[in-house]
């Protein structure tokens, strides 16, 4: 009976708010299959900025990723968000040195055979975001829960979560990947800002296995520190941190993947100086990201270029 009061209350107070409950509730559900891809977008961002999504004349980052979604569908993403076909045309274009080693693919969890794998690895789904499993000791592998994890993504289709359409035809498989041991820990994740195929900026990620929540640093490449974070935390005055030796690399490598490209992230590991592909991304947070810096939100969305794309 009290939530119920509540909830009456919430309507009479907060209309929008409500709105934006209910809206909140079909994300990512099978109800929400029903909405066609433009209509489900405008909904899902009103319902995370309680504003309209400008499609018309978009100004923001947000706003042109949705854009984006809807109107820059070239083929190629198809291929570059799966995690298995990107590896062999990364390579084709800068050798089989700067991709992580592949240990085993699979359609299904049963056909793995475990035996077979080193004591360290990572496994994950070549078709959606999140289906990762970090193993650094095979004997303590709990078995069950890593099945449930996998299967559950091996059934989901993460395009419809946020309707990014590169992922919607994406075979579902599972492969492992050689684990980058840097000292017991998964490497710096570096993620390289490609704006119309110019790399802008690199964002580092640090202790993403570690129990305390991730940390976020943004870099240009002669590597100043940016004091403008996507959510404004600011780092202490006068921080830094080890600039990666394959930078110059990283940023090389980057601006060749992301030519013709309106905005794509690309994501690299450096291991003891060695530069290794991550994966490309092409819409951050689906572009629903209402804690980015409103100054950040429209200064990154100053610098994608929709003339010449073709709707």
């Known amino acids: 009976m009290n939530k119920i009061k509540t909830f009456f209350k919430l309507l009479r107070n907060d209309h929008v708010g409500v709105l ?61 968000v799966d995690k298995l076909a990107v590896k062999k045309w990364v390579a084709d274009k800068f050798g089989e040195q700067y991709i992580i080693p592949t240990l085993g693919i699979w359609d299904s969890f049963d056909e793995i055979n475990f035996d077979t794998l080193p004591n360290q690895f990572v496994l994950k789904c070549t078709h959606d975001s999140g289906g990762l ?12 829960r890593v099945k449930e994890k996998i299967e559950h993504c091996l059934k989901h289709n993460y395009y419809y979560s946020g309707r990014e359409w590169p992922y919607k035809n994406v075979p579902p498989r599972i492969i492992a990947e050689k684990f980058l041991d840097d000292n017991g820990h998964v490497p710096v994740d570096y993620k390289v800002y490609c704006f119309n195929g110019e790399p802008y900026k690199v964002m580092l990620c640090l202790d993403r296995d570690k129990d305390e929540p991730t940390k976020f640093y943004s870099f240009d490449f002669k590597w100043n ?24 690399l990283m940023y090389e490598t980057a601006k060749k993947l992301s030519q013709g490209i309106p905005f794509v992230r690309v994501d690299f590991y450096d291991l003891n100086g060695h530069m290794y592909f991550g994966e490309m991304t092409f819409y951050p947070d689906s572009g629903f990201d209402a804690a980015i810096l409103p100054e950040i939100d429209q200064l990154y969305g100053s610098m994608i270029d929709l003339n010449g794309l073709n709707i």
């Open 20 to 80: 934006c409950a209910l809206i909140k509730n079909i994300e990512g559900t099978f109800f929400s299959r029903f909405f066609n891809d433009a209509l489900y977008v405008k909904l899902i961002y009103f319902a995370n900025f309680r504003k309209f999504l400008n499609l018309k004349c978009p100004q923001t980052f947000n706003e042109k990723l949705q854009w984006l979604k809807l109107y820059n569908r070239n083929p190629l993403y198809t291929t570059l």
């Open 133 to 144: 499993v970090v193993c650094k000791d095979k004997s303590i592998l709990d078995l069950s």
């Open 225 to 248: 520190l940016l004091r403008h974070n996507l959510k404004g935390k600011k780092a202490p005055e006068g921080f830094t941190l080890p600039k990666p030796k394959s930078l110059d």
